[in-house]
């Protein structure tokens, strides 16, 4: 075996990349011994060993996907990568961080999520674009920036938003500028007179942890379609049982239909 | 004498030496300088008339004089390669400098270029000396040997060296075109001995989507 001095600082080859831990700090190395791993599709770089990569929904697959896969939008975006040897993952040169849960349950941005052990099951929070892990497993997760762990109470900004763990699901705070009248919405559209950009929050109480990344640069959100119309599913576009017009759009700064202000 | 100042500068000492680099790719020097832009990559006509056909351009400078200069590309990582007679295939756009002593030349890459859309042909540089690749991100040095055959995404790779063979694998079925595919349709295969440079990061390419 031939040697290349100076050939960048480390040289990895299968008996010395990690097993399930990082390379750097912006790859991530899986050692699958006969093992399954759900990985989001394109995240895998290169791999040592044989390697199978099979769409949610290939047939040999029910079983897994009956038991670790809850998430028919984004059933698209997954695959299961199969067989011995060992792969590494990465994603737009983002931080890459792996996350223990035992007996836990985790919410993510669903861009976030690389990839994730099948004891883990998947499911989609009912905030839209989240997803949700609940179980004992690993998983890997990607963030701009390196992660930073808050507890709750806390408000952070929507963009810095990772995911959530074990703590309630958060709501929207709005600071009460933003609130007040036509010039509080002309203000918020057009920061007139003055927006700070975070009138706008997201809102944790309870225990637990919140995960954020050091930057307000999001992944890119993909497409997955929209959960079934179906009253009392958020997001779902279903009826709510309100006024046929419920869903026109609204300045950020009204308060509501005119004629549900006056009682009418 | 390359050199890394931090992981995104290279800095670069000369005493009366040439590098070639990337056409305005210079920070900063200091010393005496002369910038000369080599048109072709310094490869004579028959490169120029190369490159021009297979549309592997690089527009190259030679930097030759006594002082410290200081490169950097778009704020991308940059990974020092050493070369000791053996070649280095690369993309030209991750090409940043090599020694002047290097050769630089063309190569036909087949399908693995195609499907990265960087077209069917790549750069080789050769000799004795260093180079340094940029990469989005840092990239990852993974050695290719005879018992632990390679597989890497067309859209994570940036460069190899050494003896390698590449092979190009594609695992396009009728699921894929049903939308259930692997997500890693086309593949790269190296085996033999040698390195394989990949970067925590995907290139926008056909197989992307597929």
Known sequence: MSTYPGAGPVIHDPMTLPSDDNVNNYTFCVELKGTQWFLQKGKMIAYYGSIDFNGIGHGRLDRLVRSSFHSPLHASDWVVAEGSGRMLLADRAFDVNSYDLEDGNLTIRSGNLLAFQPSLSLKQSIVPGFLTLIGTGKFVAASNGPVVFMEPPIRVDPQALVGWADCPSPCHHYDYGYMTGLMGGLRAMTGLGGASGEEHQFEFVGAGTVLLQSSEALMAEQATGTVPHQAGVPGSGGSTGGSPQAGAPRLPGQLGDLQRRFGL | ?210
């Not at chain 2, 630089?104 to 990265?116: D, V």
């Not at chain 2, 859209?155 to 009728?174: E, K, M, N």
């Open chain 2, 1 to 210: 004498m390359f050199r890394l100042q931090g992981s995104k500068v290279l800095a670069v000492e000369m005493t009366g030496d040439a590098v070639k680099a990337k056409n305005g790719s210079m920070v900063a020097y200091d010393g005496q300088m002369a910038f000369k832009k080599l048109s072709g990559g310094g490869e004579g006509i028959r490169g120029m008339v190369t490159r021009r056909i297979t549309g592997e351009q690089m527009t190259v400078m030679e930097v030759k004089g006594h002082g410290t200069c200081w490169f950097a590309d778009r704020a991308s990582e940059i990974n020092l390669v050493g070369l000791q007679g053996d070649k280095l295939y690369v993309e030209s756009s991750n090409l940043l400098a090599t020694d002047g002593g290097l050769r630089t030349g063309t190569s036909f890459t087949g399908l693995r270029g195609a499907s990265q859309g960087n077209g069917l042909f790549t750069t080789t540089v050769e000799g004795h000396g260093q180079a340094a690749i940029t990469s989005d991100g840092p990239a990852v040095v993974l050695r290719v040997s005879a018992q632990y055959p390679l597989t890497v995404d067309p859209g994570a790779y940036i460069a190899h060296q050494g003896d390698l063979r590449q092979s190009f694998q594609s695992g396009v079925t009728f699921r894929t075109l049903m939308g259930e595919g692997g997500g890693e349709a086309f593949q790269i295969r190296f085996e033999g001995d040698g390195l394989v440079y990949v970067q925590p990061s995907e290139r926008n390419t056909i197989a992307g989507d597929v």
